[in-house]
């Protein structure tokens, strides 16, 4: 059983640029798409960006395309979200999320397995 770990979380100004990293080890990872969602307060959780099994597709929500980028390493069992040109409204509580299938989704009902999140703070 997957069970997706965060890191990487933080404070930084508007502008500033942050990593996320998200841990699955598990022999199947593969077998996993992955997916990360954030959750502001008072607000629903949200998606933001998507990977499949392979890398090769990678779908992202409007409010962060061309500044976040999402990837995987299936050697290493990792999931990154590179954040650039972070905006306050980016602020929220960041989940790594894994899907067994081949393609990514923005459905959170879609996914089997869920990290505890790591906190992302942009001040203005």
């Known amino acids: 059983q997957v069970q997706p770990v965060e890191s990487g979380g933080g404070l930084v100004q508007a502008g500033a640029s942050l990593r996320l990293s998200c841990a699955a080890s598990v022999p199947t990872f593969t077998s996993y798409a992955m997916g990360w969602f954030r959750q502001a307060p008072g607000k629903e959780r949200e998606f933001v960006a998507g990977i499949s099994w392979s890398g090769t597709s990678k779908i992202y929500s409007d409010s962060v395309r061309g500044r976040f980028t999402i990837s995987r390493d299936n050697d290493k069992m990792m999931v990154y979200l590179q954040m650039n040109n972070l905006e306050p409204e980016d602020t929220a509580v960041y989940y790594c999320?894994?899907?067994?299938?081949?393609?990514?989704?923005?459905?959170?009902?879609?996914?089997?397995?869920w990290g505890q999140g790591t906190q992302v703070t942009v001040s203005s």
């Open positions: 999320a894994a899907r067994w299938g081949q393609y990514g989704s923005r459905r959170d009902g879609d996914y089997d397995a």
